[in-house]
């Protein structure tokens, strides 16, 4: 008998017993050894919740452990500036309000925008004359009746004016005038400053009745479209990281809820950290309502899986540097007979290990899966 292993059998025991006698638990006896085997009570088993399982042989992947952030793409992020300067009115949004594409986020106005207009509706006036001269000089010169002179000026009139018309339409477009609708009976001073994008309003850098400046920063919207993550790799794990590898994502702050991705681009050059950075996208898109742009996660990176015999890694009892598992020879009518078997490991991912090759064990092999490290010192 191993003297040792049944003394630290029976201390573990003791001080079990007396701790569930104390909660009004039951009280198990120790388990005994002799020679290369462990006698486990089937009242110990029961109680320590073990449980059995047999080696399986499967497809397995080892998971590079990995954190990153969830980000927003570059066209996901609009700076919302103007095109002509003017002063603020109608501002009403909040940090953090939803926005429409195409939703009213303000008004500038500016009598610069009352003359745009005028200079349009003058410049457009005009030419359906010019129009008019211009096709009646070209008329006559071909028929020699006016001269060249005359046919070109006509020329040079309506095409400056048709291009000055079409320039002052297109700065109306900028700051959301219509100008096919355009009339003289509604020029208007205030023009509105619109969404390109649907999200939330980030920031916002002017208050009401404030001067905006030609091109200055307004506001930032992030669309929340197509977030994506960014994990940081290190060097040593770069070369294991390819584009459409699998990514299991977790949330700390949603525990128990794990995400599929994929990786879509690999950072080509190594940081001063000696880091990659990876991009990777969530395979369900409807997922991507749980992220938060900025949020922290962290990530496991599948590398390609291989066919290999695997294990719970509770299955392992690591005992005096050593890895063993604990296989059933026999059930008796009290409990069960256990032989003690080294092991070599392999790859560990979540809870399963690669099992290397070993003579003594099979499908068919049963070992105990839980429970075991209580059985060796």
Request: aromatic letters at 8%; glycine letters at 8%; a negative charge.
């Amino acid at each position: 008998m191993n003297a040792t292993l049944l003394v630290g059998s029976l201390l573990f025991f003791q001080c079990k017993g007396a701790d569930e006698a104390q909660s009004g638990g039951v009280e198990v006896e120790a388990g005994t050894s002799s020679g290369p085997f462990i006698m486990v009570s089937q009242k110990q088993f029961e109680t320590m919740k073990m449980k059995w399982g047999s080696p399986k042989l499967e497809e397995f992947s080892e998971g590079i452990a990995v954190q990153g952030m969830v980000k927003v793409p570059v066209e996901g992020i609009q700076e919302i500036s103007a095109y002509f300067g003017g002063y603020v009115s109608g501002l009403n949004k909040l940090e953090g309000e939803p926005v429409r594409k195409g939703e009213v986020l303000f008004y500038l106005e500016n009598p610069d925008f009352i003359r745009l207009q005028q200079d349009f509706l003058e410049a457009n006036s005009q030419l359906n004359y010019l129009k008019t001269d211009f096709e009646r000089q070209k008329t006559l010169y071909d028929e020699n009746i006016s001269s060249q002179k005359n046919y070109l000026k006509a020329e040079a009139d309506y095409q400056s004016t048709k291009a000055r018309a079409e320039s002052l339409k297109r700065q109306l477009a900028l700051i959301n005038i219509n100008a096919d609708q355009l009339k003289p009976e509604n020029i208007r001073s205030k023009v509105p400053v619109l969404s390109p994008i649907a999200g939330f309003v980030d920031g916002i850098h002017l208050v009401q009745g404030s001067f905006l400046p030609v091109a200055g920063k307004a506001m930032t919207i992030i669309s929340k479209e197509h977030l994506h993550m960014e994990l940081v790799v290190f060097e040593k794990d770069a070369a294991h990281v390819h584009e459409g590898q699998k990514v299991l994502v977790s949330i700390p702050d949603i525990p128990g809820k794990t995400l599929e991705a994929e990786v879509f681009v690999v950072g080509q050059s190594i940081n001063n950290e000696r880091q990659i950075n990876v991009h990777a996208h969530l395979i369900n898109e409807s997922d991507e309502e749980l992220l938060v742009p900025g949020m922290f996660l962290e990530a496991k990176l599948i590398q390609d899986p291989k066919e290999t015999w695997v294990i719970p890694v509770t299955a392992v009892v690591v005992s005096e540097g050593e890895s063993y598992v604990l296989v059933q020879r026999e059930k008796t009518d009290t409990g069960f007979k256990l032989e003690k078997v080294a092991v070599k490991t392999g790859l560990e991912s979540d809870a399963l290990i690669e099992l290397l090759p070993n003579e003594a064990l099979d499908e068919n092999t049963l070992i105990l899966t839980h429970g075991g490290f209580n059985l060796l010192p």
